[in-house]
């Protein structure tokens, strides 16, 4: 990120005139004003001790063997990605970490936004839209592709809540307590929904009728660093609960997630490994299936995930230094595979696997993908959002190919 203190000044005076503006009414009890109080409005230096802003400005190149649209015909689709703004402030052992996004298709999200206290420089305590600490973080994969854990709210997940950080030499540890998820219009990552909140033209009749919200889950996370000459091991272990609140019947059912995985990197090489495990128990209506839960993300068609199931996670990367291709200064290769094992009988797994490259010229990073899903409803539609539920609809069982190609100025 770049530091930016002469924007911080000016943005932050803006603030403090505005809480000027805002004051409590002539009409209510004030403290009298002291002789010697300043006058003009506080100053960035009273506000933050210190102020980074960074960002990125993305487009996305996307062809998709299944569509029969004109542009993908043409040999693809090229469009603007997302443009977003992060900042970080701190003053004295206060702190603000946010990340705004604007997408296409006129999406605008909370990537993540909270605020915290640092008891030291080994731990902390975050309030607000903050990370669910679950599973490989920040991102279950290499690839610009997410795999299913992040599909399943698994993965790069934010919720409204609290949470306990402590980052030592060899042992990390999580705890936290999420009240709820972010509403839809607002998340960045697909999170469970109720049909009635669900603005989708593609929701299906047979998902109407879901009306399950997540709150009040406690999740923790605990990992442990082990090193070698020229290796180094993270095995983690993660887990969260809470109810699920069905606003039909107004009953609350229940939820959780277990989870073990193992980040090892050796020389240029990169291996992660993961297993999950997981149940939703909802008390839906009566004619409402318990077998799968709906979920959603804005821009994006609703789909059913399956109520209980097993998840594999098997990625590895290879960086190559480079010194002949101009700026680009590193390439990495990887190999994302995924896999989701449903309870249900009858039910196909769904799988993901992507191969691709990430170069770095920075300030510019990109990422070309190759992804195959199969029963997945974001690689070929799924009519009805069945993929990661019964896999049922039109294309299920078939492996779908798309590419993309992702490139953006980081600053």
């Known amino acids: 990120m770049t530091s930016t203190p002469i924007l911080a000044c000016w943005t932050l005076s803006l603030f403090g005139a505005a809480s000027i503006a805002h004051a409590a009414p002539a009409d209510e009890a004030t403290p009298p004003v002291r002789e010697d109080a300043p006058t003009a409005p506080q100053t960035a230096q009273s506000w933050a001790d210190a102020l980074e802003l960074g960002g990125a400005l993305r487009f996305n190149h996307r062809y998709e063997d299944w569509s029969s649209s004109d542009k993908q015909q043409g040999g693809g689709d090229l469009d603007f990605d997302a443009f977003y703004l992060d900042l970080e402030a701190e003053k004295d052992d206060l702190f603000l970490d946010l990340s705004y996004w604007f997408k296409d298709n006129d999406v605008r999200v909370l990537e993540h936004g909270f605020f915290g206290y640092r008891f030291s420089p080994r731990s902390r305590l975050e309030m607000g839209a903050t990370f669910e600490p679950f599973g490989i973080m920040p991102y279950p994969q290499f690839g610009w592709t997410f795999n299913i854990p992040f599909y399943l709210g698994m993965g790069h997940n934010t919720a409204l809540g609290a949470k306990y950080v402590y980052e030592g030499p060899k042992w990390e540890a999580q705890v936290g307590f999420f009240k709820n998820p972010l509403s839809l219009d607002t998340r960045y990552a697909p999170n469970m929904a109720a049909a009635d909140d669900v603005d989708d ?46 606003d039909t019947t107004d009953r609350n059912g229940s939820y959780w997630g277990t989870e073990l995985h193992a980040l090892t990197t050796f020389g240029p090489w990169q291996v992660q490994l993961q297993g999950i495990r997981y149940a939703f128990d909802p008390k839906n209506p009566e004619g409402v299936s318990d077998d799968s839960v709906l979920f959603a993300s804005p821009g994006t068609p609703s789909y059913r995930v399956a109520a209980k199931g097993t998840v594999g996670v098997l990625n590895i990367a290879y960086d190559l230094p480079t010194s002949r291709l101009g700026p680009v200064k590193k390439l990495r290769f990887y190999n994302d595979y995924s896999r989701l094992v449903k309870d249900r009988s009858g039910w196909d797994d769904s799988q993901m696997e992507t191969v691709g490259v990430q170069f770095f010229a920075l300030p510019v990073m990109g990422w070309l993908d190759v992804t195959w899903g199969k029963n997945m409803n974001m690689m070929g539609g799924m009519p009805g959002g069945v993929g990661l539920a019964s896999a049922d609809a039109e294309g299920s069982g078939e492996w779908e190919l798309r590419t993309n190609l992702n490139i953006g100025y980081y600053f």
């Open 201 to 246: 033209v593609f929701l299906a009749p047979t998902n109407s009728g879901q009306a399950n919200e997540k709150q009040n889950q406690l999740s923790g996370r605990l990992v442990r660093t082990f090193q070698g000459d020229e290796w180094e091991s993270r095995l983690g272990a993660s887990a969260y609960a809470g109810q699920l609140h069905n």
